[in-house]
Nanobody, 119 residues
């Protein structure tokens, strides 16, 4: 059974930093695109950052210049470094792994980790 386990969330003051990690198991991690999504109370889940199997990255406009996504294919882990955090970054952050196959899409989610930005 595929598992994605997020860690690194918590409470941080505005302007602070956190690094989220997502460890994957039972998938060929290196061929999957990996993404970080977030969902704030009363809002839809949104894409925060994405990294392809070839390590091409893209970001939501709201986090560009503040967040960095990276991957370690040896450790089967994807990271989200979050700097200059704002109260509006408060949300549950989810890790996603996806792979487009000829007959469909493999799509897996972690359980989420809470990030709260507050003074």
């Amino acid at each position: 059974q595929v598992r994605l386990v997020e860690s690194g969330g918590g409470l941080v003051q505005p302007g602070g930093s956190l690094r989220l990690s997502c460890a994957a198991s039972r998938i060929i991690f290196s061929i999957y695109g990996m993404g970080w999504y977030r969902q704030a109370p009363g809002k839809q889940r949104e894409l925060v950052a994405h990294i392809t199997s070839g390590s091409t990255t893209n970001y939501a406009d709201s986090v560009k210049g503040r967040f960095t996504i990276s991957r370690d294919n040896v450790k089967n882990t994807v990271y989200l470094q979050m700097n200059s955090l704002l109260p509006e970054d408060t949300a549950v952050y989810y890790c996603n792994a996806h792979l487009v196959r000829g007959l469909g899409v493999d799509d897996y989610w972690g359980q989420g980790t809470q990030v709260t930005v507050s003074s």
